[in-house]
């Protein structure tokens, strides 16, 4: 588990803070002592985990595109920070077809900004680049990928994170590892499909699903035979938490490295939707789209962790199973009026008891 005394008083940036896998990053950092900037564009929907959560009273809240580059810069020079997650993107792929130019700026040259401006501030000593299980190659091919498969892309955003993988990768190279003394230890960290409280990004799975439970929405499924690798999103932070605290002394851990479910964890969209209502405890209207003429998407993702377990000896703490009941959980929570700060920062501490890493 996370080590409460490395990060007590540390100063950490998080990009994207404001969005939901960086709002529990941010509110898990401060609650073990780190401080805390996050640099973000506003919160991307209403409701939203930033604030319900009440997120800025925890940490320094900066409000900016990581584009601005200039911005971005003096930003990072003015807070001085020892760590940096970058986790700022255009995280649908979906939204990716109908924005390319957008997904490709954010994600690519966003990426190259974060790293470029980082490498002229001295206080810099470790960067996690958060990048997605997309990254890879996926010909279709049932197997699960590991950190030296061929990176690639088929639609915008996939292709835009394995861009994003070879810009680090060019950074890590070219500037951070030119001596036998790195500056900077760099790393990027590629997670499954993460599910968790708070989550209401327009076309993923678990927050449509919870749309339908909360507002009545019909619920429109694309490909109910589709595998991914589901995770509670708390799974793969204490991965980067962990990852980050290796690379504080050890260039070694610098790389990319996949966060995943265990592989006997495999499900496919209809056994979380099963999954979810059992939990929920009533069915919904589901109407289930055959059209053959919708944007490509992957049939099949896997992830192999091999890595991360062996060498960070980080395993999943949740089933599948789990990871669903506890996203059932906060919305439920949500849904009665329970003031979501403390729940979620209860999430958080549970997490952090169960035996296993």
Partial sequence: MPNHEFWNEKQVFVTGHTGFKGTWLSLWLSSLGAKVTGYSLKPPTSPNLFDLTNVAADCQSCYGDINDFEQLEQTIKHYQPDIIFHL?????????????????????????????????????????????????????????????????????????????????????????????????????????????????AEERLMPDVMRSFLEGQKLIIRNRNAV????????????????????????????????????????????????????????????????????????????????????????????????VHWTVEWFRNYESGTVMGPFTMNQIKRYEQIKGV
């Fill in 88 to 200: 700022a993107a255009q995280p649908l792929v979906r939204n990716s077809y109908q924005n390319p130019i957008e997904t490709f700026k954010t994600n690519v040259l966003g990426t190259a900004h974060v790293l470029e401006a980082a490498r002229h501030i001295k206080s810099v000593r470790v960067i996690v680049n958060i990048t997605s299980d997309k990254c890879y190659e996926n010909t279709m091919v049932k197997k699960s990928f590991q950190e030296h498969d061929r990176i690639g892309g088929h639609d915008p955003y996939s292709a835009s994170k394995g861009c994003a993988e070879l810009v680090t990768e060019s950074y890590r190279r070219s500037f951070f590892q030119t001596t036998h003394i790195p500056t900077i230890n760099l790393a990027s960290a590629r997670a499954g499909n993460v599910i968790g409280g708070g989550d209401w």
């Fill in 228 to 323: 991914r690798p589901w995770q509670h999103v708390l799974e793969p932070l204490c991965g980067y938490i962990l990852l980050a605290e290796r690379l504080w002394d050890d260039s070694s851990y610098s790389g990319g490295w996949n966060f995943g479910p265990s592989i006997s964890q495999e499900c496919t969209v209809q056994d979380v939707l099963d999954m979810t209502m059992q939990l929920w405890g009533r069915k919904i209207d589901i109407t289930y789209d055959n059209n053959k003429l919708h944007p490509h998407e992957a049939s099949y993702l896997q992830l192999d962790s091999s890595k991360a377990s062996k060498l960070l000896r980080w395993v999943p703490k949740l089933s599948t199973k789990e990871a």
